[in-house]
């Protein structure tokens, strides 16, 4: 399957630890290889994050740039397609079919942001795709693209070498470790 990577624009390491957080972990359970943030550099962010992939396994990564220019240009420059999600954009149901299309042939980058997205991202990014045009936020837009796109194969992603693995029951907590 062809890659999905996850640039988050514009972390504040005092106002966004808990949803850039969030924004990793819905990443790496709803199917994506990689997650970016740009904005403050949080050693903290990114620490929690491999702690999570320890436990929970996969081969999900995460890493800080200064540039989300730079990381959407060289997306740009090895032929990825850039799907930026924001309520301005083209709801999702019209668009969905063009951006499966593209996904069998490209890797994806989606680019989602945070307290100011800078114009130029809008421009710069294949298609700005709206999950509602209504306001609300970037994990419940990155969760509902990624399983618009991947659809129920979500349920079935594996991650290997985890330490602890869930037993799906009705009634109650089961666990098992490795
Ligand atoms: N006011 C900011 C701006 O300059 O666009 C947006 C802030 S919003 C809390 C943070 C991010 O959530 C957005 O940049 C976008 O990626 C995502 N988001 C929020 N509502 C969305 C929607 N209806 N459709 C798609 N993405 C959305």
């Known amino acids: 399957m062809r890659s999905i990577t996850v640039l988050r624009i514009g972390h ?12 990793a972990l819905t990443a790496r359970a ?5 997650v970016i943030f740009t904005g403050d550099e949080d050693s903290k962010l990114l620490n929690s994050i491999n702690k999570v992939v320890e436990k929970w396994g996969g081969v999900f990564k995460s890493y800080y740039s ?13 032929g990825d397609y850039v799907v930026h999600l924001t309520m301005y954009g083209i709801n ?30 809008y421009s710069l990014a294949d298609i700005n795709v709206a ?3 209504q306001p609300h936020s970037e994990v419940a837009a990155l969760a509902v693209f990624l399983r ?17 693995f869930i037993q799906p029951s009705k009634f109650c907590k089961k666990i098992k470790r490795a």
């Open 30 to 34: 709803f199917g994506a290889n990689l």
């Open 148 to 164: 618009e796109l991947l659809g129920n194969s979500i349920y079935n992603l594996s991650f290997p070498n985890a330490k602890i």
């Open 92 to 121: 999702l149901p019209d668009v969905l079919e063009e951006i499966k299309e593209n996904f069998k042939q490209k890797d994806l980058l989606l680019v989602i942001g945070g307290a100011k997205v800078p114009s130029e991202v």
């Open 131 to 133: 999950i509602t045009n």
């Open 66 to 78: 200064h540039s989300w220019r730079e990381v959407i240009n060289s997306a740009k420059s090895r």
């Open 12 to 23: 504040r390491i005092d106002r966004d630890q808990r949803i850039s957080t969030h924004v």
